[in-house]
């Protein structure tokens, strides 16, 4: 029970808050505020992003034309290799755990900062200079023509700057190991007095999944760049034939963290999408435990299925055979997501706001991403459509229809939470339009060519499939206008958009139960622990115009008891 | 013109297949000249249809809520379950049964494809950056893979240098091919025609050139008429030529364009600028060493290693002589006899030989029936 007053310094528009209670450059610098950290990362993977998608609209210009006219050979190569490895390793793994889930985590368990906060700075600082080595490949005139995979022995052979990106890329390892590690600890002892494991929202389950992959698949990938760096400088023979190696050695080694790598990406974005599908249906999440197994299932048999990117490699047939079977059982869990995601919106009150709008992209376009894992799989074929651009459309329906539309769904979620202002609502539907008309026209031209057989990473390529990289060439285009607009949005709202308050989009988990943006303590009062899909707690606080917990209001201003309007 | 409206091909450097230029698959597949074909495009299109079944119920319903389950003024949620064992356990038992076959269906088609054939020819593969090399059982080599119908084949496959992969689409093949060990393709080819061959896996610069056809021919005959070359028929600088294109053409142009290696046109007899500042005069001695020991001196621009391996062991004195026979002849091809010419017997110079005979290169480009140019426009 709280008085208007108390209503409006706990759950109103705070004046102050994290992003103003100390001043200058240094406060953001050194803080160990995981809200600010949060920002500092969302800053730096959007940077990332831009970067990266610069390179990817150079790509498409040159590939525009069958016959090489923009770029030459060695350059394109370049180019595809720095789109591949900044947006995998700077952008896409840390973009939703180390972006939002450090905004957000903290606060879902009603707890003032993540277990370890130092270690959550030196993470971030990590982040940058990973991403420096990786980036200081281009500045110093050297390149990179490797492929994001670095595959071996072209990796030890080329003159380009290997050693720089897989540096670079080793040290992303540790900054994405010191947030996996965190986050586990802070989910294992940092829950609220009586939040059971059942009571988090499914978000904190696809990050604890995440963060259990990212603590034991990355270190892997470490040994792996640090063999590679010896090979390379040493000419110690453990890839490269030349010197006594395998390179299908290196292969498994990269895939046995790339793989789970893979479910790094999208686990976090289906947390996302859990959640904002809950909310703007006003219903609890069907299936919650479903759900919530399936993330660590996914996370669990991720770890057994990486020889499936290798099924032309040279590896046994029984051996492929395997990798066939376990990389089909991934798939129950996805779909069980996805009817459970359908069926909670079923009887709810569904409003098509912006992060709605994006949530429901997603289930469209991971839909075709992951279905199209099926013709992959499968053996026979795979083995046409292995390294075709089929490969390259399937990856990019998950990674960016599939992560890229629910980190962007999920940032225009939380953003009025982080700076206290609301964006326009039309504006953002208009760039989420844009977005998945922008994709499907990028990516779905390259299932045609990829199935009719046009390889991937070629700078020039047979006039037949031209038409179809055209398209292809203008879908993105459309999808970087659509990103774009997205961030105007977004940007001009966190400065001039109109104040608000809490909780606007009546969302039932406990970081909502703040002010906007939150205190730099994140909640001034004791949270009240309610479910985190337990919409009908919620009354709506016409003064502040937000939705609060039916306990802060007085008697006489509550509305009558309805019946509980769920049946649980 | 094909049906998408795409120009027609102004020359490249990378050899068309006639059949492919008009494209003749239907619209997800290439031409189907395999055995194999028939099953891959099977499967294909029932995953293709089971995944548009699941795809329009996920979206249909996702439409139908959002449309009948939307947010009115002072109207909430309606009270429903949020949770169901008995629905959930069946859609994630019915998908699973559906993966179950389609899981058996791709194991049992790859099997097709990887148990040997008892009866299969062996053409021996040699790829290198970015050349392709076909060694057939009767010691025939050639740029191109020429199969006959109905023959199945087995491909023993090595790489000089990196990771390279065979892809023929028509053929639904694929195979990784990985230096310092062999690995194996089988192909069962039923059609007669000219398909693509390229390299998908990603090789260095010239990966996306990489590419070749593979003929498949009506008969034996044809076949060897095809492939066969005897060198003793030929004058030096057209066994040169034919050499150069299997073994060279993959980084060394001969018009002048820039490639992984130097252009080759004009170098004869002029001074190159080696790393170092030091210049060196083109003759038979550097274009020796530099086949045999590419690192041994390195034209400035294409360090600070060379990125040629080496030929020694590959290639013999002779067939050095002929490589430089055909570069001198790049330079001056006035001075040469031409293609038609009959090698002497004895081992007459080519000055005296050209003098007899000169002959403009342009005229005889496009009539080399052994499709081993390259045309690099």
């Known amino acids: 029970m709280a008085t208007a007053a108390e209503r409006k310094k706990l759950f109103g528009h705070a004046e102050n808050n994290y992003l103003n209670c100390t001043k200058g450059i240094k406060s953001w610098m050194f803080t160990v505020d995981h809200k600010r950290i949060g920002v500092m990362y969302l800053i730096g993977v959007t940077t990332a992003l831009f970067l990266a998608g610069v390179f990817a609209l150079v790509l498409r210009s040159q590939l525009w034309s069958y016959d090489n006219t923009l770029l030459t050979d060695k350059m394109y190569n370049q180019m595809f290799t720095l789109h591949g490895a900044v947006m995998v390793f700077a952008f896409i793994i840390p973009s939703i755990p180390a972006a939002l889930g450090n905004f957000v985590l903290p606060m879902m368990l009603g707890a003032k900062d993540v277990a370890f906060p130092r270690l959550n ?285 629910a980190l962007l769904g999920g940032v225009f979620h939380w953003w009025p939470k982080m700076f206290g202002r609301m964006y326009n609502d039309m504006l953002g539907r208009v760039s989420c339009l844009l977005v998945f008309l922008g994709f499907n026209l990028t990516f779905f031209p390259q299932f045609v060519m990829g199935a009719r057989g046009m390889p991937r990473r070629y700078a020039s390529y047979d006039p037949e499939f031209q038409i179809f990289h055209q398209w292809s060439t203008i879908g993105a285009f459309v999808l970087g206008v659509g990103i774009l607009l997205g961030f105007g949005v977004l940007v001009y709202a966190a400065f001039k958009g109109p104040k608000i308050s809490g909780n606007p989009f009546g969302a039932a988990s406990l970081e909502w139960q703040s002010s906007s943006p939150p205190d730099f303590h994140n909640f001034i009062h004791k949270p009240i622990l309610c479910d985190p899909y337990d919409f009908g707690a919620l009354v709506y606080d016409e003064e502040l115009d937000t939705y609060i917990h039916r306990e802060f209001m007085e008697p006489s201003e509550q509305p009558e008891m309805e019946p509980e309007p769920q049946v649980h | 013109m094909n049906l998408f409206g795409t120009p027609m091909l102004a020359q490249s450097d990378i050899p068309m297949p006639e059949s492919a230029k008009v494209h003749s698959g239907s619209y997800w597949f290439p031409d189907q000249a395999s055995a194999f074909a028939p099953n891959y495009d099977f499967l294909y299109m029932a995953i293709l249809w089971i995944s548009v079944v699941f795809f329009a119920l996920i979206v249909g319903f996702m439409i139908y809520f959002c449309i009948k389950y939307r947010r009115r003024e002072g109207v909430g949620p309606e009270p429903s379950s949020s949770h169901n064992t008995a629905i959930e356990i069946f859609w994630s038992v019915i998908p699973s049964i559906i ?48 199969l006959v119908v109905n023959r199945p084949v087995k491909l023993i496959m090595q790489s000089e240098d990196v990771l390279h992969g065979m892809f023929i689409p028509a053929f639904r093949q694929k ?26 896996e990603y090789c260095g610069e010239g990966h996306s050139r990489m590419r070749t056809i593979c003929q498949v021919h009506t008969t034996e005959e044809d076949r060897k008429n095809t492939t066969k070359w005897e060198n003793e028929k030929h004058v030096g600088w057209v066994n040169g030529e034919r050499l150069f294109s299997i073994n060279c053409s993959g980084c060394h142009s001969i018009d002048g364009g820039v490639k992984t290696g130097p252009a080759l046109n004009t170098i004869w007899g002029e001074k190159e600028k080696l790393i170092g500042g030091e210049e060196i005069m083109v003759d038979e001695n550097y274009v020796r060493e530099s086949i045999l020991e590419p690192n041994a001196k390195i034209v400035e621009g294409y360090g600070p290693v060379s990125k040629m391996n080496s030929f020694q062991g590959k290639l013999n004195d002779k067939e050095i002589g002929y490589l430089i026979d055909y570069i001198r002849y790049l330079k001056e091809p006035d001075k040469f006899p031409g293609r038609d010419a009959q090698a002497e017997p004895t081992t007459a110079t080519a000055e005296e030989a050209g003098t007899a005979k000169p002959e403009k290169p342009a005229e005889t480009e496009n009539s080399i029936d052994t499709k081993t140019e390259d045309q690099d426009n």
């Open chain 2, 175 to 200: 195979m990784d091919i990985v230096p310092g060990r062999y690995t194996y393709a089988y192909l069962a080819p039923n059609r007669v025609g000219e398909y693509r061959l390229a390299c998908t």
């Open chain 1, 121 to 405: 700075l030196a993470s971030f600082y990590l982040w940058i200079f990973g991403t420096g080595f990786l980036l200081f490949a281009i500045l110093s005139g050297k390149g990179l023509d490797t492929g994001w995979t670095f595959y071996t022995p072209y990796s030890i052979r080329t003159d380009t700057g290997v050693i720089y990106a897989t540096f670079g890329a080793f040290i992303l390892g540790f900054s994405s190991i010191f947030t996996g590690l965190n986050f586990l600890v802070t989910v294992n002892t940092m829950r609220a007095p009586g939040q059971g494991w059942f009571k988090m929202p499914l978000f904190l389950w696809g990050l604890y999944s995440t963060s259990i992959i990212q603590v034991l698949a990355t270190p892997v990938l470490g040994i792996t760049l640090l063999l590679l760096i010896a090979e390379k400088t040493m000419h110690i023979g453990i890839f490269d034939p030349k010197y006594g190696g395998d390179p299908v050695l290196f292969q498994h080694f990269f895939w046995f963290y790339s793989h789970p790598a893979v479910y790094i990406m999208i686990l976090p974005g289906m947390g996302v999408i859990s959640e904002l599908i809950a909310v703007y249906s006003q219903k609890k999440v069907f299936g919650y435990s479903f759900i919530a197994f399936s993330s660590v299932a996914i996370a669990l048999l991720g770890f057994l299925v990486w020889g499936h990117h290798m099924f032309t490699s040279g590896q046994s047939v029984v051996v492929t055979l395997i990798f066939s079977a376990i990389t089909f059982t991934v798939a129950i869990p996805s779909a069980v997501k996805v009817f459970n995601w359908l069926a909670t919106m079923y009887k709810g009150s569904i409003a098509l706001t912006t992060p709605m709008c994006y949530a429901l992209s997603f289930i469209f376009l991971f839909g075709i991403g992951g279905l199209t894992g099926l013709f992959l799989g499968a053996l026979s074929t795979d083995i046409h459509l292995h390294d075709t651009y089929f490969v390259v459309a399937h990856f990019h329906f998950v990674m960016v229809g599939g992560t890229l539309t």
């Open chain 2, 99 to 146: 993966l179950v076959w389609i899981f058996y269906a791709g194991a049992r088609d790859y099997f097709d494809m990887r148990v040997p054939f008892d009866d299969a020819e062996e053409i021996y593969v040699t790829a290198n950056q970015f050349n392709w090399k076909f060694v057939y059982p009767d010691g025939d080599v050639s740029k191109e893979l020429h």
